[in-house]
Protein backbone atom coordinates (compact mmCIF):
# COMPACT_ATOMS: atom_id res chain seq x y z
CA UNK A 1 0.00 0.00 0.00
CA UNK A 2 0.82 3.56 0.11
CA UNK A 3 3.27 5.42 2.73
CA UNK A 4 2.77 8.51 4.40
CA UNK A 5 5.34 9.32 7.13
CA UNK A 6 5.14 11.92 9.17
CA UNK A 7 7.33 14.03 11.63
CA UNK A 8 8.37 14.56 13.95
CA UNK A 9 7.03 11.59 15.73
CA UNK A 10 7.19 12.93 19.31
CA UNK A 11 7.48 16.50 20.44
CA UNK A 12 7.46 17.84 23.98
CA UNK A 13 7.31 21.70 23.85
CA UNK A 14 6.67 24.25 26.41
CA UNK A 15 3.58 26.45 26.56
CA UNK A 16 3.09 29.63 24.27
CA UNK A 17 5.43 27.75 21.57
CA UNK A 18 4.72 26.59 18.08
CA UNK A 19 5.16 23.49 16.77
CA UNK A 20 5.55 22.07 12.76
CA UNK A 21 4.44 18.61 11.69
CA UNK A 22 4.78 17.56 8.43
CA UNK A 23 3.13 15.11 6.50
CA UNK A 24 4.55 13.41 3.30
CA UNK A 25 2.95 10.89 0.77
CA UNK A 26 6.18 9.26 -0.10
CA UNK A 27 4.78 6.78 -3.03
CA UNK A 28 1.98 8.84 -4.50
CA UNK A 29 0.79 12.23 -5.03
CA UNK A 30 -2.08 13.24 -2.72
CA UNK A 31 -4.39 16.11 -3.60
CA UNK A 32 -5.99 15.96 -0.60
CA UNK A 33 -4.70 15.39 2.74
CA UNK A 34 -6.54 15.22 6.13
CA UNK A 35 -5.45 16.28 9.84
CA UNK A 36 -7.03 14.34 13.30
CA UNK A 37 -6.66 14.54 16.60
CA UNK A 38 -7.05 10.99 18.99
CA UNK A 39 -7.34 11.80 22.81
CA UNK A 40 -6.62 8.82 24.75
CA UNK A 41 -9.12 5.70 24.58
CA UNK A 42 -11.47 8.07 21.84
CA UNK A 43 -11.94 7.98 18.19
CA UNK A 44 -10.24 10.23 15.92
CA UNK A 45 -11.46 13.84 15.50
CA UNK A 46 -10.85 15.40 12.00
CA UNK A 47 -9.75 18.78 12.32
CA UNK A 48 -9.67 19.90 9.15
CA UNK A 49 -9.04 19.24 5.01
CA UNK A 50 -6.19 20.15 3.45
CA UNK A 51 -6.37 20.34 -0.63
CA UNK A 52 -3.03 21.29 -2.78
CA UNK A 53 -2.98 24.54 -3.83
CA UNK A 54 -5.88 26.01 -1.78
CA UNK A 55 -6.77 26.65 1.47
CA UNK A 56 -7.88 24.11 4.35
CA UNK A 57 -11.02 23.58 5.43
CA UNK A 58 -11.69 23.42 9.05
CA UNK A 59 -14.06 21.08 11.03
CA UNK A 60 -16.43 22.82 13.15
CA UNK A 61 -14.84 24.02 16.88
CA UNK A 62 -11.32 23.73 14.94
CA UNK A 63 -9.55 27.24 15.40
CA UNK A 64 -7.97 28.04 11.87
CA UNK A 65 -5.34 30.65 13.39
CA UNK A 66 -4.11 27.91 15.95
CA UNK A 67 -3.97 25.37 13.95
CA UNK A 68 -2.60 26.63 10.67
CA UNK A 69 -2.45 24.29 7.36
CA UNK A 70 -0.42 24.51 4.81
CA UNK A 71 -0.67 22.17 1.47
CA UNK A 72 1.86 23.72 -0.59
CA UNK A 73 2.92 20.32 -3.04
CA UNK A 74 0.97 16.90 -3.97
CA UNK A 75 3.31 15.05 -1.46
CA UNK A 76 3.44 17.54 1.58
CA UNK A 77 1.26 19.24 3.98
CA UNK A 78 2.04 20.90 7.45
CA UNK A 79 -0.12 22.04 10.38
CA UNK A 80 1.22 24.19 12.75
CA UNK A 81 0.12 24.40 16.28
CA UNK A 82 0.41 27.75 17.29
CA UNK A 83 0.87 29.32 20.76
CA UNK A 84 0.39 25.51 22.07
CA UNK A 85 -0.80 25.21 25.54
CA UNK A 86 -1.01 22.06 27.18
CA UNK A 87 -4.61 21.53 26.43
CA UNK A 88 -3.39 20.65 22.76
CA UNK A 89 -1.30 17.68 23.95
CA UNK A 90 -2.47 14.60 21.96
CA UNK A 91 -1.68 12.32 19.54
CA UNK A 92 -1.99 13.95 15.65
CA UNK A 93 -2.47 12.12 12.53
CA UNK A 94 -2.55 12.77 8.99
CA UNK A 95 -3.89 10.70 5.77
CA UNK A 96 -3.76 11.08 2.59
CA UNK A 97 -6.32 10.00 0.08
CA UNK A 98 -4.87 8.05 -2.91
CA UNK A 99 -7.36 9.02 -6.02
CA UNK A 100 -5.57 6.50 -8.14
CA UNK A 101 -5.96 3.95 -5.44
CA UNK A 102 -8.52 1.04 -5.90
CA UNK A 103 -10.62 2.01 -2.92
CA UNK A 104 -10.23 5.65 -2.90
CA UNK A 105 -9.00 4.80 0.97
CA UNK A 106 -7.02 7.28 3.41
CA UNK A 107 -3.65 5.86 4.22
CA UNK A 108 -2.51 7.53 7.56
CA UNK A 109 1.19 8.61 8.60
CA UNK A 110 2.81 7.02 12.00
CA UNK A 111 1.09 10.00 14.21
CA UNK A 112 2.83 12.70 16.15
CA UNK A 113 2.52 12.78 20.06
CA UNK A 114 2.80 16.39 20.88
CA UNK A 115 2.78 17.48 25.16
CA UNK A 116 2.96 20.51 26.02
CA UNK A 117 4.14 21.55 29.41
CA UNK B 1 -27.17 13.78 11.58
CA UNK B 2 -24.78 10.63 11.17
CA UNK B 3 -24.11 8.28 12.97
CA UNK B 4 -21.79 5.21 13.13
CA UNK B 5 -22.21 2.95 16.00
CA UNK B 6 -19.89 -0.22 17.50
CA UNK B 7 -19.70 -1.88 20.64
CA UNK B 8 -16.79 -0.21 23.12
CA UNK B 9 -15.15 -3.44 24.06
CA UNK B 10 -15.31 -6.99 23.34
CA UNK B 11 -13.34 -9.97 24.39
CA UNK B 12 -12.30 -13.46 22.57
CA UNK B 13 -10.08 -16.46 23.23
CA UNK B 14 -6.99 -17.15 21.44
CA UNK B 15 -7.89 -19.02 18.38
CA UNK B 16 -11.57 -18.15 18.26
CA UNK B 17 -13.83 -15.84 16.13
CA UNK B 18 -14.89 -13.24 16.54
CA UNK B 19 -17.85 -10.58 15.22
CA UNK B 20 -17.80 -6.96 15.20
CA UNK B 21 -20.51 -5.16 13.81
CA UNK B 22 -21.44 -1.57 12.97
CA UNK B 23 -24.77 0.11 12.19
CA UNK B 24 -24.60 3.32 10.29
CA UNK B 25 -26.82 6.50 9.38
CA UNK B 26 -24.75 8.98 6.94
CA UNK B 27 -25.68 11.05 4.69
CA UNK B 28 -25.20 9.51 1.25
CA UNK B 29 -23.04 6.20 1.06
CA UNK B 30 -19.83 5.50 -0.86
CA UNK B 31 -18.14 2.74 0.67
CA UNK B 32 -17.05 1.29 4.49
CA UNK B 33 -13.78 0.86 6.11
CA UNK B 34 -12.38 -1.35 8.60
CA UNK B 35 -9.25 0.06 10.18
CA UNK B 36 -6.75 -1.56 12.47
CA UNK B 37 -5.63 0.94 15.36
CA UNK B 38 -2.84 -0.57 18.09
CA UNK B 39 -2.20 1.36 20.82
CA UNK B 40 -0.42 4.69 20.27
CA UNK B 41 -0.42 4.09 16.33
CA UNK B 42 -2.19 5.35 13.63
CA UNK B 43 -5.02 3.11 12.06
CA UNK B 44 -4.32 0.89 9.51
CA UNK B 45 -6.47 -0.27 6.30
CA UNK B 46 -7.81 -3.93 6.62
CA UNK B 47 -11.03 -3.55 4.38
CA UNK B 48 -13.71 -1.79 2.20
CA UNK B 49 -17.11 -2.59 1.17
CA UNK B 50 -19.23 -0.95 -1.29
CA UNK B 51 -21.74 -3.77 -2.45
CA UNK B 52 -23.61 -5.77 -0.69
CA UNK B 53 -22.23 -8.89 0.20
CA UNK B 54 -18.59 -10.77 2.17
CA UNK B 55 -14.88 -9.87 1.41
CA UNK B 56 -12.94 -11.73 2.63
CA UNK B 57 -9.13 -11.25 2.92
CA UNK B 58 -7.62 -14.57 4.60
CA UNK B 59 -8.60 -14.59 8.51
CA UNK B 60 -10.89 -11.25 8.04
CA UNK B 61 -13.47 -11.16 6.31
CA UNK B 62 -16.32 -7.76 5.93
CA UNK B 63 -19.95 -7.73 4.97
CA UNK B 64 -22.14 -5.04 4.37
CA UNK B 65 -25.60 -4.46 3.79
CA UNK B 66 -26.44 -1.09 2.67
CA UNK B 67 -30.83 -1.85 3.31
CA UNK B 68 -30.02 -2.29 6.95
CA UNK B 69 -27.75 0.00 7.26
CA UNK B 70 -24.93 -2.44 8.37
CA UNK B 71 -21.51 -3.97 8.39
CA UNK B 72 -19.78 -6.94 10.56
CA UNK B 73 -15.85 -7.20 10.76
CA UNK B 74 -15.00 -10.96 11.39
CA UNK B 75 -12.03 -12.42 12.53
CA UNK B 76 -10.87 -16.31 12.33
CA UNK B 77 -8.68 -18.08 14.27
CA UNK B 78 -7.30 -15.13 16.65
CA UNK B 79 -4.00 -14.45 17.35
CA UNK B 80 -2.89 -12.44 20.50
CA UNK B 81 -1.49 -9.50 18.18
CA UNK B 82 -4.94 -8.76 17.09
CA UNK B 83 -5.58 -7.37 20.27
CA UNK B 84 -6.52 -3.49 19.22
CA UNK B 85 -9.15 -1.15 18.36
CA UNK B 86 -10.96 -1.57 15.15
CA UNK B 87 -12.49 1.18 13.76
CA UNK B 88 -15.33 1.22 11.50
CA UNK B 89 -15.84 4.55 8.89
CA UNK B 90 -18.52 5.63 6.05
CA UNK B 91 -17.58 7.45 3.04
CA UNK B 92 -20.33 10.04 2.93
CA UNK B 93 -21.91 11.80 -0.62
CA UNK B 94 -18.53 14.32 0.12
CA UNK B 95 -16.51 11.69 0.18
CA UNK B 96 -15.61 12.26 3.67
CA UNK B 97 -14.98 10.01 6.12
CA UNK B 98 -17.25 9.45 8.98
CA UNK B 99 -15.75 7.57 12.19
CA UNK B 100 -16.80 5.55 14.89
CA UNK B 101 -15.77 5.63 18.07
CA UNK B 102 -13.64 2.39 17.71
CA UNK B 103 -14.26 -1.17 18.93
CA UNK B 104 -11.49 -2.37 21.56
CA UNK B 105 -10.66 -5.91 21.07
CA UNK B 106 -9.06 -7.89 24.08
CA UNK B 107 -7.60 -11.40 23.23
CA UNK B 108 -7.26 -13.17 25.92
CA UNK B 109 -4.85 -16.75 25.42
Known amino acids: GAVVSQHPSRVICKSGTSVKIECRSL??????MFWYRQFPKQSLMLMAT?????????EQGVEKDKFLINHASLTLSTLTVTSAHPEDSSFYIC?????????????FGPGTRLTVL | GQNIDQPTEMTATEGAIVQINCTYQ??????LFWYQQHAGEAPTFLSY??LDGLEEKGRFSSFLSRSKGYSYLLLKELQMKDSASYLC??????????WGAGTKLIIKP
Open chain 2, 49 to 50: NV
Open chain 1, 50 to 58: SNEGSKATY
Open chain 1, 95 to 107: SARDISGLYNEQF
Open chain 2, 89 to 98: AVMDSNYQLI
Open chain 2, 26 to 31: TSGFNG
Open chain 1, 27 to 32: DFQATT
